[in-house]
């Protein structure tokens, strides 16, 4: 039995990214949805009976278009989905869908697209067509642009339920220390934040990236600016950068107090 991915009476939105570490888990969730958003039952969808299901789940729908890296003439990877796929997409999109409501475009890998490749998709997604939704699958949603993370409703597949809670609490109150934006609640969120290691640090910047990305879609409840997000989600991404090479984490939440409140000293 297909999992749900549209409650009963749950209104669809235009855009999903697919998050998933793994690869088969992540198509696997982008067809999933792909049979919901074109589905023609009435209760939770995809309900796997009507003819469109049958149509999406055998991988034979008119109306579900895949778009992946070409590969080059041995067979291996291109480096991403490129500019010219997405413009691609673009023209495809005005069409009519061939039987359903909708065309549903599915872009695996889509975190390997560079900026100009983002842009085009950027977009497309900021005025989407009447009869067109996008997935995007992404093994690293964060190499996303934070601009097109907000304009997506995020799915996550096989999230880590035990990591990811402490990780959007510890978000939580970075966040809320940052828009606070005196001294003593960023020493205060410092002091707090001390003995977190390498990997919970990763998981805090990751979550709050995420909390960023709702705020710049409307869906966050802190009320920062969309300019303030995307500073702040900047500078998350140098932290990660930097714990990816190993600087401490002591060092990095430093640079988090003495970057974090500048913006808000004029
Ligand atoms: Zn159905």
Redesign the pocket.
Known sequence: MENVYLKSGERASHAYIAASPSGDERERAARGLA??L????AGD??????????K?LAGIHPDIVSIAPALDAEGRKKRGITVDQVRAVVADAQVMPNEAARKVYIFHDADTMNPSAQNAMLKLLEEPPESAAFVLCAGNPQLLLPTVRSRCAMLRINADAEEDEPARAAAGALLDALGDGSRRAMLEWSASAADMDVRAASAMFRAAREALADELGGRGSRGLSARRCLELDKLFSRCTAYLQVNTGVKHVFGLVSVSGDLPERK
Not at 38 to 41: K, R
Not at 45 to 54: A, E, F, V
């Open positions: 049979a919901a074109l589905c023609e039952g969808r995809p309900c796997g009976r009507c003819r469109s299901c049958r999406s």
